[in-house]
Structure formats: C-alpha cells, structure tokens
C-alpha cells in the first residue's frame, strides 16, 4: 500500500477526529475545558486516535458505546477507502454503560458491504476488575447473537483478537486461518466457546488463547447457578486432547474454580504447554459482604505465601 496516509480514507478519518471534538465541545460548552486545574470532564476523553502502523494505520475509537460519535465512527468504517488503511482497530472508552452492561453494537458497520484487506488487529476492550459496567458485543437483549463471526469475516488476515465476550458457535463456521492470538475476556455466558473449540477445524494458525471463565462463577451462589454457565474439567480436557489443543502454545486461564489436582492431568494432557492460570475476577464493595448478595469471600484472602503446605506440590511430580 502506498502513502495510506495521503489517501482519501485517511482525509475521512481526520475530518471524522475534528468532528468528534468539535463535538464534544459543544455538547459541554458550559463547561471550562481550558483551566487545567479543573476536573477532566468525560467529554474531553472521546476521540479518535490515529498512528501509522505497518502498511496503514491504526484506529483507536475511545469513547461511549452510544450517541452520535460512536456512530459516525461506524459509518466512516463502513467506507471501503478508509477500511482499506486500517491495519489495526480498537474500541475502548470508559467504565460508562446502562444497567450494568456497556453493549457495543456494531451493527451498522455490519451490515455494510464493506471488508478490511489489511486488518491484522481487532481490540474490543475487555471488562477490568473494577468496573461498574459489563462490556459486551451485543446488539438485543444483551444476547452475542453471531455478531462476532459477522465481524471476523470481514477480515481475511485477522492475527490477534481480542473481545469482551465469548463468540458463538456461528464464529467456527468461519475460516479463520492467520489467527494466532485470542483473548476472551469474562461476561455471562461463555457460548460454550471451550467445547465448540475443541471441535473446531477453522482456526488452523491459533497458538495462544487466554479465556476467562463465566462471571457467574462469582455473581451467583451456586445452589442459584445453572451447572451448564461454568466450563467444566471435562471441557478443557477434550480441548487438549483435540488437534485445536495439541497445537496450541500458549493458554492462560481466567478465574476458573478447577482443583489443583484437575490443573496438573490438564498439564499432563499437553506437558509442553505454557499453561497459566490467573485470578483477576471482578472487585466487590466491603459493605455489601454482610448482606451475601453475591459470592464475595474469594475477595478476602489469607497471605498465599504462608499456605505453602496446603497446597505443595510432591517432589518429584
């Protein structure tokens, strides 16, 4: 690709930025932007972010999940002069949403007759840990619904991924040959996204995968919970014994409840692994432990460092 930054999809991305801000600026006139020993308003961090980045640029939308700015932003990715310099892409903004979620409906850039032919990195910002707001890609009734595999199939050289909620079982029935990073972040629902891999022949070229574990692991009692929300061992081990498994490099896990004991035969399934296993659930507020609302004592915890003996590992193994 030549002068990507001279095209006319570049002159649609500045114009789009200027509008963003100019935006923005109007909707908190009443506002003092310009003291900086103000408070930073919300409106001064919607933008649009551009860099160059190997043969195109990169796109950053940062921003609320709704209203006019999310929606231009859209619209001028739905332009096949501007899809075709994008390299990389991100959706990020901040911890704002509605009834606890933060739903990215990218159904207008969906429905487009567009695609991205240099698209190597799609970023859709996963949920920290101490956020208010569940972020999903999510169109109705905070349900995936395809959305995902939809997105994806727009883009022929997608490498890295990374999403805030688990695909559905349509995203296997896309080729997907040059992804070899995937991050699933932690929602509701996990689509059964472990078992659909390991039956999956589409992701050819995937070596690293990091997934996170339903939230209702930790929002809901377990005598409340339905059994089918929480990936089980049997789960994983299938995935490691498929050829999906066996090729994979990298896998990190997110807040799973697996025993030692069901961690070290998952090892063992695939002994060159990097297997690692990460806690980073969502955080809870201290006055509300009393009240058991959610399930909160993995929140409180002992010095892990004088519980050696609990959990020692047998010499030798």
Sequence with gaps: ?????????????????SRIHEYCREESAELDHENPAHPLWLADFNY??????????????????????????????????VADIVTSLAFTGPDEGANGTRDWDFGPL????????????????????????TSLI??????????????????????????????DAS??????????????????????????LALSESL????????????????????????????????????????????????RLRNTCLSLGELEALQALHPKLQFMVIQSTRGGYVSHFRRDVFPWRHLVQTDPGEDSARYAVPKGS
């Design 204 to 251: 050819p070229k995937l070596r690293s995968l990091d997934f996170a574990e339903s939230t209702e692991l930790q929002f809901t009692w377990k005598a409340q919970r339905d059994p089918a929300s929480i990936t089980t061992f049997a789960a994983y081990e299938r995935l490691l014994t498929s050829k999906q498994g066996q090729a994979l490099q990298m896998l």
């Design 171 to 196: 995203f296997f029935a896309r080729q997907l040959p040059h992804l070899s990073h995937l991050r699933i972040s932690a929602s509701y629902d996990t689509q059964n996204f472990i078992e659909n």
């Design 138 to 167: 999510a169109r109705t009734d905070l349900e995936e619904g395809g959305d995902i595999a939809r997105f994806v199939a727009k883009i022929p050289y997608l490498t890295e991924l990374t999403i805030p909620n688990a695909p």
């Design 1 to 17: 690709m030549s002068q990507p930054r001279r095209s006319p999809g570049h002159q649609q991305l500045i114009e789009l930025q």
């Design 48 to 81: 649009l972010a551009l860099a160059p980045m190997r043969a195109g640029l990169h796109v950053e939308y940062f921003g609320e999940t709704w209203g006019e700015p999310v929606t231009w932003t859209l619209q001028c990715l739905a332009r096949q002069d």
């Design 110 to 133: 969906l429905e487009a007759d567009v695609h991205f032919p240099v698209l190597r990195s799609l970023f859709v910002k996963p949920t920290e840990p101490a956020d208010h707001n």
